[in-house]
Nanobody
Framework: QLQLVESGGGLVQPGGSLRLSCAASGFTLDYFVIGWFRQAPGKEREAVSCISKSGSSTNYPDSVKGRFTISRDNAKNTVYLQMNSLKPEDTAVYYC?????????????????WGQGTQVTVSS
C-alpha cells in the first residue's frame, strides 16, 4: 500500500521553528517530485515548496522564500520541510504529496499521492 505520512507539526510561538517530515512506505520516493502544501481554514490548498527527484532543484513561493527549506534523504525515503521565522499566517494543515511529473509543480491536481496532513499552529 502506497502511503505518505507527515509528522513534526505542533504549536509554536511566532519567530519559532519546526521541521516537518514526510515518510513514504510502499514505494520509493526517488522516482517522485515531492511537494509540500498547506491549507488554512476557509482557504484553498496552496503550494509552499517543491523538490525535484534528485534534490538539485527546489521551488518556493514568495510568502515562504528565505524562511522554509525543503530537502530530501532518498536513503531514508523521507522529505523534510524546515520552517524558520514562523508567522501566525503560516498556521495551517501541512501536506506532503508525490508526483510522477519530471519537474516541480504548484498544482494540486498534478500530484498523485497525498499524506493525511499535520497541523501547524503559530500563536503566542
Amino acid at each position: 500500500q502506497l502511503q505518505l505520512v507527515e509528522s513534526g507539526g505542533g504549536l509554536v510561538q511566532p519567530g519559532g521553528s519546526l521541521r516537518l517530515s514526510c515518510a513514504a512506505s510502499g514505494f520509493t520516493l526517488d522516482y517522485f517530485v515531492i511537494g509540500w502544501f498547506r491549507q488554512a481554514p476557509g482557504k484553498e490548498r496552496e503550494a509552499v515548496s517543491c523538490i525535484s527527484k534528485s534534490g538539485s532543484s527546489t521551488n518556493y513561493p514568495d510568502s515562504v522564500k528565505g524562511r522554509f527549506t525543503i530537502s530530501r534523504d532518498n536513503a531514508k525515503n523521507t522529505v523534510y520541510l524546515q520552517m524558520n521565522s514562523l508567522k501566525p499566517e503560516d498556521t495551517a494543515v501541512y501536506y506532503c504529496a508525490a508526483s510522477y511529473l519530471p519537474h516541480c509543480s504548484d498544482y494540486v491536481s498534478q500530484y498523485d499521492y497525498w499524506g493525511q496532513g499535520t497541523q501547524v499552529t503559530v500563536s503566542s
